[in-house]
C-alpha cells in the first residue's frame, strides 16, 4: 500500500492534511467526502459522472495533471466560480505523483 499527502482547504477556509491511498482506484472527489470535508450532498452530486460541477476544485500547487476530457471542459464551462486552476475532483485520480498536492474546494454554486 502506498499513501500520499494532500492539503486541502475547505470551504470554510480550513486546511486539512490528509493521507490519500494509491492503491484504491480512488479520486479527489472521493476522498474529499471520506474526510466529510463539504456537507453530504454538496460535493460529487452525480457520483463522479461528469455530470456536475459540484466537486469542482481549484489546483493550488504546481502539479502537473493529466489533460481535461472534453465531458470535463463542458462540465467546467457551465459552472460558476470557474478560475484557471479549476478542475472537477472526481477526474483527478489519486496517483503517487500527486504527493503533497494542494488544492481548494470551489464555492458552492
Known amino acids: 500500500m502506498s499513501d500520499i499527502s494532500i492539503t486541502i482547504t475547505d470551504r470554510t477556509g480550513k486546511i ?15 476522498l474529499i467526502r471520506s474526510y466529510e470535508l ?3 450532498g454538496t460535493i460529487g452530486v452525480c ?8 466537486c ?5 500547487s504546481p ?7 472534453d ?10 466560480y470557474v478560475e ?3 478542475r472537477l475532483g472526481c ?7 500527486l504527493n503533497e498536492l494542494k488544492v481548494t474546494i470551489a464555492p458552492e454554486g
Open 16 to 30: 486539512h492534511d490528509v493521507t490519500a491511498p494509491t492503491d484504491m482506484n480512488m479520486n479527489l472527489m472521493e
Open 38 to 40: 463539504a456537507p453530504e
Open 47 to 54: 457520483g463522479g459522472m461528469v455530470m456536475c460541477a459540484s
Open 56 to 60: 469542482q476544485i481549484y489546483i493550488t
Open 63 to 69: 502539479h502537473k495533471l493529466p489533460e481535461k476530457t
Open 71 to 80: 465531458e470535463e471542459e463542458a462540465m467546467l464551462s457551465e459552472a460558476f
Open 84 to 86: 484557471g486552476h479549476s
Open 91 to 97: 477526474q483527478i485520480n489519486l496517483e503517487g505523483d
